[in-house]
C-alpha cells in the first residue's frame, strides 16, 4: 500500500514536471501577435495560485523570463508589467 501512495506521488509529481514544462516550451513558440494572450495565461495562473494560497511568484518569472527569452519589443506596457511582476513578487 505504501509503496502505490509513493509511486502515485511519483507520478503526480512527473506530470506536473511535464505539463509546466510544456507550457513554457508552447509559450515560448508563441507567435509575437498572441502575445497578449500568452501573458493573460500566466497572470491568470497567478491569480489561481494566489486564490488557492499557493506561493504565486512563479508564473510571474516564467513569464517576464519568456518575454525576455522572446526577446520581444519592449514597449511602455510591457515595461510596467515586469516591474510590477518584480515589485508584487
Same mark, same amino acid.
Given at each position: 500500500?505504501?509503496?502505490?501512495?509513493?509511486?502515485?506521488?511519483?507520478?503526480?509529481?512527473?506530470?506536473?514536471?511535464?505539463?509546466?514544462?510544456?507550457? @513554457?516550451?508552447?509559450?515560448?513558440?508563441?507567435?509575437?501577435?498572441?502575445? =497578449?494572450?500568452? &501573458? #493573460? %495565461?500566466?497572470?491568470?495562473?497567478?491569480?489561481?495560485?494566489?486564490?488557492?494560497?499557493?506561493?504565486?511568484?512563479?508564473?510571474?518569472?516564467?513569464? @517576464?523570463?519568456?518575454?525576455?527569452?522572446?526577446?520581444?519589443?519592449?514597449? =511602455?506596457?510591457? &515595461? #510596467? %508589467?515586469?516591474?510590477?511582476?518584480?515589485?508584487?513578487?
Amino acid at each position: 500500500m505504501a509503496m502505490t501512495k509513493a509511486l502515485l506521488g511519483l507520478l503526480v509529481r512527473t506530470g506536473r514536471t511535464l505539463v509546466v514544462t510544456l507550457l @513554457v516550451v508552447v509559450s515560448l513558440l508563441t507567435f509575437p501577435s498572441v502575445l =497578449p494572450w500568452m &501573458i #493573460a %495565461f500566466w497572470l491568470g495562473w497567478h491569480t489561481v495560485r494566489i486564490a488557492r494560497d499557493q506561493p504565486g511568484w512563479a508564473p510571474l518569472v516564467a513569464c @517576464v523570463a519568456i518575454l525576455s527569452a522572446k526577446r520581444v519589443y519592449w514597449p =511602455p506596457f510591457l &515595461i #510596467a %508589467f515586469a516591474v510590477l511582476a518584480l515589485v508584487v513578487m
